[in-house]
């Protein structure tokens, strides 16, 4: 009588994550067992449980809500199981909540040295975009700053972070006009105005 062994591997999974601005992409990277695998997802929080259960790729539709999702694999030919869970931040939409103020002194004293974006109760925390551009012009209208910021993933970009040092005005005293446009999954809005330097 001849006997034979077969000796699998045990299986293991793990998920990734694709952050984009807009979409939340998670991949299921399976290895060991025989590969004759069953695939079931699920979530807690975010946007609910998963309609697909066999596809290794997941796109996470926009539902404003952060969320921990999950996918168990059952190896069909060893009953193997294997687990794996990744926290996936929300997508960004809605109306914004920024406040943009017309002065500042970088004169290195640590209080209002720079142009920032506070919440629309002059407060920090998120501003709900997830990309901030911000262009800064002299009084002859010559652009001499600018800068795109992104953050994608969390609660996007944040309140009172430095958006403009006086950088290109030399540090000269001085009214200069900016023009910041905030994106996020819904839209974006523009603010303009006057910042002065003193």
């Known amino acids: 009588m001849l006997i034979c062994s077969l000796n699998v591997m045990a299986i293991t999974a793990s998920l990734s994550q694709q ?61 193997q199981q294997a687990f794996a869970s990744i926290f996936v931040n929300k997508v960004l939409t809605g109306s914004f909540s920024a406040y943009l103020p017309n002065v500042f002194t970088p004169n290195g004293d640590g209080i209002n040295d720079t142009f920032d974006i506070f919440t629309s109760s002059q407060g920090s925390g998120p501003i709900n975009a997830h990309t901030l551009v911000i262009t800064v012009s002299n009084r002859w209208g010559a652009q001499i700053f600018s800068q795109t910021y992104t953050n994608y993933g969390g609660t996007g970009i944040n309140a009172r972070f430095v958006m403009w040092n006086g950088s290109g005005s030399g540090n000269v005293s001085g009214t200069y006009y900016y023009g910041v446009t905030l994106y996020n999954c819904s839209g974006n809005q523009f603010y303009n105005g006057p910042v002065t330097i003193l």
Request: charged letters at 5%; proline letters at 3%.
């Open 19 to 79: 952050v984009n601005a807009c979409d939340r992409l998670l991949t299921l990277s399976i290895s060991g067992g025989s590969g004759n695998y069953q695939i079931a997802w699920g979530a807690n929080g975010g946007c609910g449980t998963p309609a697909n259960y066999s596809q290794s790729t997941l796109s996470i539709p926009n539902c404003g809500s952060d969320g921990t999702y999950y996918a168990f694999v059952l190896d069909l030919n060893t009953n």
